[in-house]
């Protein structure tokens, strides 16, 4: 790579001090990482903020998967409960835009339940 920069006419320092400046966008970027963690944990030590051991981690998102497990299980049914409602309608001769309207479901959705 340095030799197509210097055939461009670029100077040699140039590919030098470029990776000069990466090693200390680096650095920087470590001493700020270090900065952020200390104060992240002094933060810790005063109770300002939350900190949770890998476990306690893992305990929340376990936790908050069943949540989502036990909505997606409440949704189901309650669109289990819409179909049979839409299908109860359908045959007792509702037209589908009155079917869609009270189900707050489109016309499509209506005729892919009824159909």
Not at 35 to 63: C, F, G
Not at 65 to 85: I, N, P, S, V, Y
Request: glycine share 4%.
């Amino acid at each position: 790579m340095h030799d197509c920069l210097a055939k461009k006419g670029r100077k040699k320092g140039y590919i030098s001090d470029a990776i000069k400046q990466m090693k200390m966008t680096v650095i920087t970027v470590e001493l700020i990482d270090l900065r952020v963690k200390a104060l992240l944990e002094d933060l810790a030590k005063m109770n300002l903020i939350q900190t949770w051991t890998q476990e306690e981690l893992d305990a929340y998102e376990y936790a908050f998967m069943r949540e989502e497990d036990e909505r997606a299980r409440l949704d189901k049914a309650k669109q289990d409960g819409k179909f049979e409602l839409v299908i109860e309608l359908f045959n007792d001769g509702m037209p589908l835009e009155k079917i869609a309207k009270l189900s707050r479901m489109t016309v499509e959705e209506v005729k892919q339940i009824v159909d």
